[in-house]
């Protein structure tokens, strides 16, 4: 993998910070991750993308937390599990059901989008907003106009998929809570993002958490860290028979 320095340095840091933590491990079920875990094993690639997105969110501005560790990664790669995951695309109930089926609630679905306060994403997400939403030819209404005529330059109609934009025009680099102050005014990019608040479904359920998160960085802080925990709980592999510790994250070992 080609990393950057400043990558590995952070990711050396992250997993060394690991090694000297203190041993607790979390109380109650069976299989338990742990903070000790790599005082006698290896890092695996699970792990690593968990300590990576910790470390890249506080060196960025962001909150801070324990990440526990001693996922294993899968024996196997499943495409239809992967439709699970959230979509650009995916309105408020199916982003509301696809969190609620991992036990995931709203506050977890309104914290864990604030992860688009940084990064870029690919015009491709955002075409069916800016040319042809909903398959009417139209933008989408709940778009900004002068945000919507300012993307538009940056992703034209026929233009490149892969052109990379940043997801939080007003501080691309810097992990704060302008995500939600842009869906205030209705600036959020991609379809999920702004169905937190414009959807009809969001009144009296998500819209209030993207209020308070637009007024307390603070607030959205103490739920990012909360709810990165909470999901990186799910259902994680423990147990040796059922995973193992992958050589090359994107492969099963041996294929
Ligand atoms: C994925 O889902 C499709 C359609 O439901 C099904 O035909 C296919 O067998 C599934 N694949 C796996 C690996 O489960
Ligand atoms: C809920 O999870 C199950 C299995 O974990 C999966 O088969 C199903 O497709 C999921 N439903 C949604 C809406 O994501
Ligand atoms: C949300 O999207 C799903 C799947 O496309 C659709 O069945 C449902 O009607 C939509 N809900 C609303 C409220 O638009
Ligand atoms: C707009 O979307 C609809 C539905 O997905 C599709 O049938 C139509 O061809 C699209 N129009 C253009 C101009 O791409």
């Known amino acids: 993998m080609a990393a950057s320095p400043s990558f590995r340095s952070a990711a050396a840091a992250g997993v060394l910070l690991a090694m000297v933590v203190a041993a607790v491990c979390l109380p109650g079920a069976a299989a338990q991750l742990c903070e000790d875990y790599y005082d006698d094993t290896c890092p695996d690639a699970y792990d690593i993308l968990a300590i990576a997105a910790e470390i890249s969110v506080e060196l960025s501005g962001g909150p801070s937390w324990g990440v526990l560790l001693g ?12 439709l ?6 995916d309105n408020l109930t199916v982003l509301q059901q696809k969190f609620s089926n991992l036990s995931l609630n709203d506050v977890d679905l309104v914290a864990l989008s604030g992860g688009h306060t940084f990064g870029r994403v690919q015009c491709q997400f955002v075409t069916d907003r800016l040319y042809n939403f909903s398959g009417t030819n139209m933008p989408d209404p709940t778009l900004d106009s002068s945000y919507r005529a300012f993307l538009s330059q940056r992703c034209p109609r026929n233009g490149a998929p892969a ?6 025009p007003t501080t691309p680099d810097t992990f704060d809570k302008n995500y939600y102050t842009n869906i205030e005014v209705n600036r959020g990019f991609l379809n999920s993002d702004q169905e937190l608040k414009s959807s009809p479904q969001a009144q009296g359920t998500t819209a209030p958490i993207v209020d308070q998160f637009a007024g307390s960085q603070d607030a959205f802080f103490a739920s990012f860290a909360q709810s990165m925990i909470n999901m990186g709980n799910i259902r994680p592999v423990t147990d040796p028979s ?8 994107r492969r099963v070992n041996g294929s």
């Open 84 to 89: 699970d995951l959230p979509a650009p695309t």
């Open 163 to 168: 052109s990379l934009n940043d997801l939080d």
């Open 242 to 249: 059922q995973g193992e510790v992958r050589t090359n994250c």
């Open 71 to 82: 996922r294993l990664d899968g024996k196997t790669s499943d495409f239809n599990g992967s």
